[in-house]
């Protein structure tokens, strides 16, 4: 199993561009989150979900929007990027919402410029 | 949402010396309190976790001691090695998980 893999590892954004980071995981997991984490900081909730056709926001989200169509694949879409986004950005998934371990992504570090 | 308080945010000891990290949080129906590792500029990796039903739980040189009444919960690594050196988190879980500010310990050799 590759666990939770995330796309791309590095990328620079010009202020007010769009991109979508990429997750995806092969555990069959249920639960699917995204957290940004800035610089000497810890992890923030943007959104998460619960399974495929589920989304629901977290602390953190404002600027960004998700899709869950399938059970592997939780994309992250940045509209309008701001260097306020400037983060590195985690996936993450677990079986369940309880109980249950979160595994995390290798991370995407982000540059709004 | 869940509150995750998380103390001391920089802690510096000898090798050889304890370590110790306590959390507090504020949603009495949390069950599930993981402590993750992350190293510099790579991911969270769990290290040891603790379920509600339990008050204590070790894994050789490190464990978890929980108090539910008082909603906190603490990591203690003994014995600490220069690789013990990172940022640790803790977290809890309740439907989605919530993480503490993170802790920087520093193993000086």
């Known amino acids: 199993n590759a666990g939770v893999t995330q796309t791309p590892k590095f990328h620079i954004l010009k202020i007010g561009q769009s991109m979508t980071l990429q997750c995806t995981q092969d555990?069959?997991?249920?639960?699917m989150y995204w957290y940004r984490q800035d610089p000497g900081m810890g992890l923030k909730l943007i959104y998460y979900?619960?399974?495929?056709?589920?989304?629901d926001k977290g602390e953190v989200p404002n600027g960004y929007n998700v899709s869950r169509s399938t059970t592997e694949d939780f994309p992250l879409r940045l509209e309008l990027a701001a260097p306020s986004q400037t983060s590195v950005y985690f996936c993450a998934s677990s079986w369940g919402g309880k109980n249950t371990e979160a595994f995390f992504g290798q991370g995407t570090r982000l540059t709004v410029v | 949402g869940e509150n995750v308080e998380q103390h001391p945010s920089t802690l510096s000891v000898q090798e050889g010396d304890s370590a110790v990290i306590k959390c507090t949080y504020s949603d009495s129906a949390s069950n599930y309190f993981p402590w993750y590792k992350q190293e510099l500029g790579k991911r969270p990796q769990l290290i040891i976790d603790?379920?509600?039903?339990?008050g204590e739980k070790k894994d050789q040189r490190i464990a978890v001691t929980l108090n539910k009444t008082a909603k906190h919960f603490s990591l203690h690594i003994t014995e600490t090695q220069p690789e013990d050196s990172a940022v640790y988190f803790c977290a809890v879980n309740f439907n989605k998980f919530y993480f503490g500010s993170g802790t920087k310990l520093n193993v000086k050799p």
């Open positions: 603790i379920r509600s039903n339990v």
């Open positions: 979900s619960v399974g495929a056709g589920i989304t």
């Open positions: 555990m069959n997991h249920n639960y």
